[in-house]
């Protein structure tokens, strides 16, 4: 699990993102970290990049860098899997912490006058979708692939919240 490392795209990562088409934005909110500030580059570059420390990925603790083999018969990891995920991993965050995080971001995008993109991590996208969508669809729910995301329309304003209005996938 990479999560809090801040490290650049790989080459091949980057040679796919030039190959896809963007959606037309307003403007584009990203997480501070390389791996973002370098797709939204890639995905948007005519555009300013807001970037937004409460969107960066969620910090793993001692599961950075780690995979399920290397994990597999540790207490804490079990205990993770086992909450699915609520628990969160020893010296990182939970889940719960990491999502207040994420919204706390969600004032720095402000009133909303047109459409924007998020360049962010996945679970940040599921934490924003999941406070966002409505009717409601889980955390886990708004899982996707790296390089791809959603798209659709969200009303309201950072202060009193925002709502889906639409969503379809983008890849």
């Known amino acids: 699990m ?10 091949e990562e ?3 993102l030039q190959k896809k088409k963007a959606p037309e934005v307003t403007r584009v909110f990203v997480s ?3 791996r973002c500030v ?5 995905l948007f570059p005519r555009h300013e990049l807001i970037l937004v420390p409460e ?3 969620m910090d793993f603790g001692m599961a ?3 995979n399920h083999e290397e994990m597999n018969g540790l207490d804490w990891y079990q205990r993770f899997i086992d909450t699915n995920g609520e628990s969160g991993f020893p010296q990182g965050e939970t889940l719960r912490e990491f999502s207040r995080r994420v919204i706390s971001g969600e004032g720095r995008i402000g009133t909303l006058d047109g459409d924007i993109a998020l360049v962010v991590h996945g679970g940040t996208i599921m934490s924003l979708m999941d406070d966002w ?3 409601h669809e889980d955390f886990y729910h708004w ?5 791809a995301g959603w798209t659709g329309r969200i009303r309201g304003d950072g202060k009193t919240g925002f709502r889906l209005c639409s969503i379809v996938p983008w890849s």
Do not use: H, V
């Not at 370098?38 to 890639?42: F, H, P, Q, R």
């Not at 899982?143 to 390089?147: A, D, I, K, V």
């Open 38 to 42: 370098e797709t939204a580059e890639i």
């Open 32 to 34: 501070p970290m390389k």
């Open 143 to 147: 899982m996707t692939e790296n390089g």
């Open 133 to 135: 969508s409505d009717p």
């Open 55 to 57: 969107f960066r990925e």
């Open 64 to 66: 950075e860098y780690r």
């Open 2 to 11: 990479g999560g809090r490392t801040d490290e650049p795209l790989l080459p």
């Open 14 to 16: 980057r040679q796919l």
